[in-house]
């Protein structure tokens, strides 16, 4: 019996276990029941009040529209990217392109962020670059738009999503492919038939976190989104830090809870989750 | 490589390895700009480029503020990198190695962190703190970056732990070793490259990480706050200096990391 040889296996799971349940689970109790205390005693007020308040309503419609743009592009991106690492080069090359393409996925977020200004500003590098190349001065109007927080999150989110989804990919059997192809499968079909079905989950679980990641952050939106059009994550800091109304940020924090339960939906029914990660 | 030029035709390698360069270079092409505005004397963030100098460099050293986050940062990011690796390391061990009655549960409770966004495990957090009347320190910084670590570490090492036999540590066991022994003296020098790389990889995430740090501190400093503050706050350019230095430092470890762990580590005892 060497699979249940370790006499108590609950004291190795308990530090993990006391820990998460602690510092997040307990949390995150927390922040429903504060969610529902108003000026009249315990009820759903806060919640009506959240979608009843413009701004509140906005930021999430805004968050939402912000990952939903940003998973698109990178999934867009990173299909074809992985398909090349996985499938074009060879085994030597395929790691060295993936560490090329990854490194800067374990670096800071924010001043990745940061350095786009650098470059994204009116009078920032591409301006300047545009500028000399057209003879004149060149307004960007870029930095500060939804479209530049779209493209910060885009970035990171192709790395992410390329991550997963090269894992699928390179686990498929190549004799199923070969089997294929000496059935007489064109290379659309293979894809169609064969890769895309095999990878699908690979690439469910990458563009799931990445809109999960993206409608929650608050450092891309702020430096290239700007404050003036917020979204969810940004009024919920300015909530905490600066109006102190701690049952409306709990209201908002659990409409973000909400919406990543849904956005999770998909891959819990398939079961899939734990499978893709690990 | 069978099954390589079967699908991918030369123009559709040239094309895809065409995108892959723009990518790279678009992901890299900002982080250049700010190192190399980190050298420019000029004060405003425009070209061209005016006198080289270091005194960014120099200036930075001398911040006592950046330092004190730097401190901080780098002792909260190892307590952090050094607890998730051990715990996650004892619970991918329950995980993988014994029969676990609710396995699956608790494997999701401990992941779970890794898929909600940063701002849910910082202002949970926050909230609790306020509601037991508690100060917001570096304390719960160390807690909540660990939390937030902690699936990478288990998702690491349970998949290392699938790779060592167990026939090596029941062959322990019945020549007499403890349990915990068997742990200590087999099991883990097995996993040793995994470990070191765990340790690196969430101390890097650590380490930069800055919304859950930001919620749970008042006036004290990490790197990452004193760096978005002064971001926030009107430029200086010190920030490119010090992040400069940062994504180097980061990008050191990470690539470390990452090297160790798609090293195809050989198969123990097998």
Redesign the interface.
Known sequence: M??????N??V??L???L??????????A??VR?SLITPDGMGLGNYLAFFEQAHQADALWRSLKLAVMATVVSSL?AW??A???A?????RWR?V????????????????A??????L?D???LA?ILSGIWGAPVSLGILYTMAASVFGLA?FG??LTTLTLFGALVAID??L??AS?SLGAG?QA??RDV?FPLARQGWLVGA??TF??C?????VP??LGGGLKPVL?QI??ST??GTYD?PS??TM?VV??GV?LIT?LPLILLGR??RG?? | ????S????RA??LG??L??GL??I??????A??AV?SFNSGR?????FRQPTLDWYAQLARDQSFLDGLINSLIIALGAAILATT??F??A???Q????PGK?V????????????????G??????L??MGLQPSLWFVL??Q??YV?PLA??NL??RLAHVP??L??AA?SLGAS?TRAIVEIVAPACAPTLIATVL?TF??AF?E??IA??LTNFQLTL?IK??TT??TGFDPK??AV?TM??LF??T???I???VL?LKQPSVGS
């Open positions: 060497p699979r249940s040889s370790l006499r296996p609950w190795a799971v530090p993990a276990v820990l998460t349940a602690a510092f997040f689970l307990l949390p995150l927390n922040m504060l991106l074809p990217i398909f090349l690492v499938f074009c080069v060879s085994e790691y392109l993936l560490l090329i393409l990854l490194a800067p996925f374990w670096t800071s977020f924010t001043i990745r940061f350095s786009w200004q650098l470059v500003s009078n920032g590098v300047w970035l192709t790395m190549r004799r492919i070969e192809v290379p293979v894809f890769i799931t976190l999960i990641i409608v929650g952050d608050y450092a702020t430096l994550a919920m800091l905490v830090k701690l940020a709990a924090a973000l809870c990543v999770l989750l734990r990660l690990a | 490589m069978t099954g390589r079967l699908i991918a035709s559709l390698t895809l390895g995108l892959f990518v790279v678009t992901i890299y092409m900002p982080i700009v700010m505005f405003y963030q425009t070209l061209p715990i996650g004892l619970a061990y329950a995980f190695k014994a029969r676990l699956p608790f494997l999701a409770l401990i992941l779970a962190p890794l898929v909600v966004p940063l701002m849910l495990i202002i949970g957090m926050r909230l609790q306020t509601a807690f909540g660990t939390v902690l288990v998702l349970r998949a167990s026939n540590e029941e066991t349990r990889l890097t995430f930069d800055f919304v930001y919620f990452p760096i978005w971001l926030v920030i490119n992040g940062v994504f980061s990008l470890l990470g690539v990391a990452q090297w798609l």
